[in-house]
C-alpha cells in the first residue's frame, strides 16, 4: 500500500509540475513572439486551457484514489 501511494503521488506532482512548466513555456512563447500567435484563430492560450482541463480531471481521480487508499 505504501508504494501505491508513493506511486500516485508521484503522478499527481508529475502532473501538476508538468502543467506548471508548459504554461510558463506557453507565456514565454507568446512573450517573445506575438506575431506567430496573430495568424492564429484561436487565443494563444487555448492549448493551456485543454491542458488545465486535463491536469484538473487527473489531479481529482489520483487524489481521489489516494483519499480512497487512505481510508482503508
Given at each position: 500500500?505504501?508504494?501505491?501511494?508513493?506511486?500516485?503521488?508521484?503522478?499527481?506532482?508529475?502532473?501538476?509540475?508538468?502543467?506548471?512548466?508548459?504554461?510558463?513555456?506557453?507565456?514565454?512563447?507568446?512573450?517573445?513572439?506575438?506575431?506567430?500567435?496573430?495568424?492564429?484563430?484561436?487565443?494563444?492560450?487555448?492549448?493551456?486551457?485543454?491542458?488545465?482541463?486535463?491536469?484538473?480531471?487527473?489531479?481529482?481521480?489520483?487524489?481521489?484514489?489516494?483519499l480512497?487508499?487512505?481510508?482503508k
Amino acid at each position: 500500500m505504501k508504494q501505491l501511494r508513493r506511486i500516485l503521488k508521484l503522478l499527481l506532482w508529475s502532473h501538476i509540475g508538468v502543467f506548471a512548466g508548459y504554461t510558463a513555456y506557453g507565456w514565454w512563447h507568446y512573450k517573445t513572439h506575438p506575431a506567430l500567435y496573430t495568424l492564429q484563430s484561436t487565443p494563444w492560450y487555448t492549448s493551456i486551457q485543454i491542458l488545465a482541463l486535463y491536469t484538473l480531471a487527473a489531479t481529482a481521480l489520483l487524489t481521489g484514489l489516494l483519499l480512497l487508499l487512505k481510508e482503508k
